[in-house]
């Protein structure tokens, strides 16, 4: 048997039908995208004032994206050219060798440098692809679930979920055909070309999720200070110059950031799973594939659980079984995810047990699926209007602002020290798993947890673009509405209120597994790293380096540095949302002073304030990326390789504990404010909009909004960039340990970039006159 040409790659007759089985299964992830798309494309677009409302968050999200390509594509270039060149300076793996072994040394390395450069170049366009085509689909959805709610809560949800769910199928699908495709043609040496493609994904990842969030967030802090702070209007009130510019930034940065971030976790789990399994296979009697070909089963298992679990979200608000009966959307999406969730786990344990003869295979896939799982509950109970922080929060306000802000940290603070737990647990459950078999087998089994936390990629991806969807379809109404109060009106206004409040908490809820998931993978990334040193150590003579020594104080330095860098990254990014911010307030506020728009009889100039959010995100866009490639590669050339691996470790850790820090901070100051938002409006009582009580909750909300909308999910893709930089940088930094003048050059120009980059962040945006 051969099929695809498998059989040169020493793959038994099952391994090749499931490996195809794998790809038809990311063709069938495509297929039923593109029958949502149809499903959702056919419903109405409401009124002509809706279609307005709608045509100009199109318009704005459009420009904005089109503007972030032409910025980012020069940089994607010289990497290009820079990751093609890399090749020629470092000996090929063994594992290319044996494949390629019919190619001289030359040829193996034009073959690689290929390789590399295409994956890179499809990583980064598929990652493009994803948050791109989620953003428009998410943008299509929004005015039909706003016409649809009119009708009726259970079509609404489906619309605004099934749009959602277009996006998941398209990261489950691109990452596997992707992935999948580059193992067929590879083999055994598809680390090599892997790498390629995670780092494509990755930066694309980083400048979308960098971009989106501080577009997103300077519109949405100066629409609320002046809007609801000082003018006392609603949220999206069309009187309010920022409210397209807010609306925008739900897609820009919800949809296609987030989108674009998930996908590149899911490819770098499988880069690291197949580097790890390649090292067991070496030192594995039986040099078995189970290795590399268990991973790539999961995945296609995943997303036929995602495809299943997707489908059943509109089902259970009427489902027979009465106790079975979801009351509300947030409860259909958890239990669909459960259905999801049943699938893998059974499917696991029959593919470990009767193809890889290990159980303890399936359990880490079990582990990883029970930690995505866990992080639904534990996020929940951190931001959701119904539990005890939230609550703490809300009752905070009737002191004002300052106490607001404080209950909101201390809630974040300690959100972070469970998650990091969770995790923890995670791994301990690995190590008891494979300890007797060595330190490999435990590396590997980390990397196998990360691979079943994100099996249901498809179902994650659904649930965040669902929360940008509903709060734009509210937005729309709000505006298209707003001078209604007839029954059905109303009627369906509250429909879409409930939605959009579920949506934040799945927002916060996949915030928290995407950060969890960028953890594990940049954990697998590390344990990747530390065994691909070894490798290349090996091959020259030289001691192989099986950790990392944090007693040498080279190491420790490489540690501290890395615990800095989340902090100055996040530190840049946030204020760039104050700035920005502060011009958007300057704006509204001139807006307002002209006659006619307070009336409601002249419409403002929302595109005065779309632009001024997409010159700030433009302006951030390279820096911070610059900081995150430079200061790496920095440490690696200095310090040398293990200090590097100091450093990654450092990352990890800071980022990790910040990362979910801020998210959970932020979304339950959100939940708060609009806990107030739901009261009776009573003035005298200090209750519901408008009261000191809201207002305070407003100031809660817009101090946190940057904080899980712009610098915590941003830290996600920047850690697995530092780690992907570091993984190919590694084989480099061994060979070449004494510098010489042209490493010092190098190291010069390094530096000169990290210091271009912070002076770039700090620089004030040029205002338009």
Same mark, same amino acid.
């Given at each position: 048997?051969?099929?695809?040409?498998?059989?040169?790659?020493?793959?038994?007759?099952?391994?090749?039908?499931?490996?195809?089985?794998?790809?038809?299964? #990311?063709?069938?992830?495509?297929?039923?995208?593109?029958?949502l798309r149809?499903?959702?494309l056919?419903?109405?677009?409401?009124?002509?004032?809706?279609?307005?409302v709608?045509?100009?968050i199109?318009?704005?999200a459009?420009?904005?994206?089109?503007r972030?390509?032409?910025?980012?594509?020069?940089?994607?270039?010289l990497l290009?050219?820079?990751?093609?060149?890399?090749?020629?300076?470092?000996?090929?793996?063994?594992?290319?060798?044996?494949?390629?072994?019919?190619?001289?040394?030359?040829?193996?390395?034009?073959?690689?440098?290929i390789?590399?450069?295409?994956?890179?170049?499809?990583?980064?366009?598929?990652?493009?692809i994803v948050?791109?085509?989620g953003?428009?689909?998410?943008?299509? #959805?929004?005015v039909?679930? #706003?016409?649809a709610?009119?009708?009726?809560?259970?079509e609404?949800?489906?619309?605004a979920y099934?749009?959602g769910?277009?996006?998941g199928m398209?990261?489950?699908?691109l990452?596997?055909?992707?992935?999948?495709?580059?193992?067929?043609?590879f083999g055994?040496?598809?680390?090599?070309a892997?790498?390629?493609?995670?780092?494509?994904?990755?930066?694309?990842?980083?400048?979308?999720?960098?971009?989106?969030?501080?577009?997103?967030?300077?519109?949405d802090?100066?629409?609320d200070?002046?809007?609801k702070?000082?003018?006392?209007? /609603?949220?999206?009130?069309p009187?309010?110059?920022?409210?397209?510019?807010?609306?925008?930034g739900?897609?820009?940065?919800?949809?296609a950031?987030?989108?674009?971030?998930?996908?590149e976790?899911?490819?770098v789990?499988?880069?690291?799973a197949?580097?790890?399994?390649?090292?067991?296979?070496?030192?594995?009697?039986?040099?078995?594939?189970?290795?590399?070909?268990?991973?790539?089963?999961?995945?296609?298992?995943?997303?036929?659980?995602?495809?299943?679990?997707?489908?059943?979200?509109?089902?259970?608000?009427?489902?027979?079984?009465k !106790?079975?009966?979801?009351?509300?959307?947030?409860?259909?999406?958890?239990?669909s995810y459960?259905?999801s969730?049943?699938?893998?786990?059974?499917?696991?344990f029959?593919?470990?047990?009767?193809?890889?003869?290990?159980?303890?295979?399936?359990m880490l896939?079990?582990i990883?699926?029970?930690?995505?799982v866990a992080?639904?509950?534990?996020?929940?109970?951190?931001?959701?209007t119904k539990?005890?922080?939230?609550?703490?929060?809300v009752?905070?306000t009737?002191? $004002?602002?300052?106490?607001t802000?404080?209950?909101?940290?201390?809630?974040?603070?300690?959100?972070?020290?469970?998650?990091?737990?969770v995790i923890?647990?995670? !791994?301990i459950?690995?190590v008891?798993l494979?300890?007797?078999?060595?330190?490999?087998?435990?590396?590997?089994?980390?990397?196998?947890?990360?691979i079943?936390?994100?099996?249901?990629t498809?179902?994650?991806?659904?649930?965040?673009?669902?929360?940008?969807?509903?709060?734009?379809?509210?937005?729309?109404?709000?505006?298209?509405?707003?001078?209604?109060?007839?029954?059905?009106?109303?009627?369906?206004?509250?429909?879409?209120?409930?939605?959009?409040?579920? $949506?934040?908490?799945?927002?916060?809820?996949?915030?928290?597994?995407?950060?969890?998931?960028?953890?594990?993978a #940049?954990v697998?990334?590390? +344990?990747?790293?530390?065994?691909?040193?070894?490798?290349?150590?090996?091959?020259?003579?030289?001691p192989?380096m099986?950790?990392?020594?944090v007693?040498?104080?080279?190491?420790?330095?490489?540690?501290?540095?890395?615990?800095?860098?989340?902090?100055?990254?996040?530190?840049l990014?946030?204020?760039?949302?104050?700035?920005?911010?502060?011009?958007?307030?300057e704006?509204?506020?001139?807006?307002?002073?002209?006659?006619?728009?307070?009336?409601?009889t002249?419409?403002?100039?929302?595109?005065?304030?779309?632009?001024i959010?997409?010159?700030?995100?433009?302006?951030?866009l390279i /820096?911070?990326?610059v900081?995150?490639?430079?200061?790496?590669?920095l440490?690696?050339?200095?310090?040398?390789?293990?200090?590097?691996?100091?450093?990654?470790?450092?990352?990890?850790?800071?980022?990790?504990?910040?990362a979910? !820090?801020?998210?959970?901070?932020?979304?339950?100051?959100?939940?708060a404010?609009?806990?107030?938002?739901?009261?009776?409006?009573?003035?005298? +009582?200090?209750t519901?909009?408008?009261?000191e009580?809201?207002?305070? $909750?407003?100031?809660g909300?817009?101090?946190?909004?940057p904080?899980?909308?712009?610098? $915590? /999910?941003?830290?996600?893709p920047?850690?697995?960039?530092?780690?992907?930089?570091?993984?190919?940088?590694?084989?480099?930094?061994v060979?070449?340990?004494?510098?010489?003048?042209?490493?010092?050059?190098?190291?010069?120009?390094?530096? !000169?970039?990290?210091?271009?980059?912070?002076?770039?962040?700090?620089?004030?945006?040029?205002?338009?006159?």
């Open positions: 048997m051969n099929i695809l040409g498998l059989a040169r790659h020493g793959l038994n007759g099952f391994e090749q039908i499931a490996i195809l089985g794998v790809l038809i299964t #990311a063709f069938i992830s495509l297929l039923y995208a593109w029958l149809g499903k959702v056919k419903k109405d677009k409401g009124t002509a004032k809706m279609q307005e709608w045509n100009a199109r318009i704005g459009d420009s904005y994206l089109n972030q390509l032409k910025t980012i594509l020069p940089v994607i270039g290009t050219i820079a990751l093609f060149l890399s090749v020629y300076v470092v000996q090929p793996s063994t594992e290319a060798v044996e494949e390629f072994s019919n190619l001289s040394e030359s040829s193996l390395k034009m073959v690689i440098a390789g590399r450069t295409v994956a890179f170049i499809l990583g980064a366009s598929f990652s493009l948050g791109q085509l953003m428009r689909m998410a943008i299509q #959805a929004n039909r679930a #706003a016409s709610a009119r009708r009726g809560f259970n609404a949800l489906s619309i099934y749009a769910t277009i996006t398209l990261t489950d699908g990452g596997l055909l992707g992935g999948t495709a580059i193992f067929i043609i055994k040496a598809a680390p090599d892997l790498i390629g493609f995670g780092f494509g994904g990755t930066l694309l990842a980083l400048f979308m999720r960098v971009g989106g969030g501080i577009f997103t967030k300077a519109a802090v100066g629409a200070l002046v809007g702070v000082e003018k006392d209007i /609603p949220e999206d009130d009187r309010n110059a920022a409210v397209i510019a807010d609306l925008v739900d897609n820009v940065g919800d949809c950031g987030m989108a674009a971030d998930i996908f976790s899911y490819e789990t499988i880069v690291s197949l580097i790890l399994g390649l090292s067991l296979m070496a030192v594995d009697p039986t040099h078995s594939l189970k290795w590399i070909v268990y991973p790539l089963i999961i995945r296609g298992i995943g997303v036929i659980s995602s495809i299943l679990g997707t489908f059943t979200v509109p089902i259970w608000e009427k489902f027979p079984i !106790f079975m009966r979801a009351h509300d959307a947030e409860e259909a999406m958890f239990r459960e259905v969730s049943v699938n893998t786990v059974i499917w696991s029959l593919v470990a047990i009767l193809y890889a003869g290990d159980w303890r295979l399936a896939t079990s990883g699926v029970g930690l995505a992080f639904n509950p534990l996020t929940s109970y951190f931001t959701s539990k005890p922080p939230v609550k703490e929060i009752k905070s009737d002191t $004002g602002p300052a106490t802000i404080l209950s909101g940290l201390s809630v974040g603070m300690e959100s972070s020290v469970w998650a990091l737990f923890v647990i995670s !791994f459950l690995g008891i494979y300890s007797a078999d060595g330190s490999l087998y435990v590396l590997y089994a980390v990397a196998m947890i990360g079943g936390m994100l099996s249901h498809g179902n994650n991806v659904a649930m965040d673009s669902y929360g940008p969807i509903s709060d734009n379809a509210n937005g729309i109404g709000e505006m298209a509405w707003h001078d209604m109060h007839d029954e059905e009106t109303m009627k369906a206004r509250q429909i879409m209120a409930d939605l959009d409040a579920v $949506g934040n908490t799945t927002k916060a809820i996949t915030k928290g597994v995407a950060i969890a998931s960028a953890v594990i #940049a697998s990334l590390f +344990a990747s790293f530390i065994t691909d040193v070894g490798r290349v150590q090996a091959g020259m003579g030289l192989v099986d950790s990392i020594r007693s040498e104080t080279k190491v420790f330095i490489g540690l501290l540095l890395g615990g800095a860098l989340p902090w100055l990254f996040s530190s990014s946030i204020r760039a949302v104050s700035r920005a911010a502060g011009q958007i307030v704006e509204v506020r001139k807006q307002f002073k002209v006659k006619g728009i307070m009336e409601g002249v419409k403002p100039d929302y595109a005065r304030v779309v632009g959010s997409t010159r700030s995100a433009q302006q951030e /820096p911070l990326a900081i995150s490639i430079a200061m790496p590669l440490v690696g050339l200095v310090l040398q390789v293990e200090a590097l691996g100091g450093y990654l470790a450092g990352v990890i850790l800071s980022g990790q504990l910040l979910v !820090f801020m998210s959970n901070a932020g979304g339950a100051w959100d939940n404010k609009k806990s107030i938002e739901d009261e009776t409006r009573d003035l005298k +009582a200090n519901g909009k408008g009261s009580r809201h207002k305070a $909750g407003v100031v909300d817009t101090v946190g909004d904080l899980k909308d712009t610098a $915590g /999910p941003a830290l996600n920047m850690i697995k960039v530092v780690n992907m930089v570091s993984l190919l940088a590694a084989p480099v930094i060979r070449y340990t004494d510098l010489g003048v042209g490493g010092w050059v190098a190291v010069a120009v390094l530096l !000169f970039g990290m210091i271009w980059g912070i002076r770039q962040s700090k620089k004030p945006i040029v205002e338009v006159p």
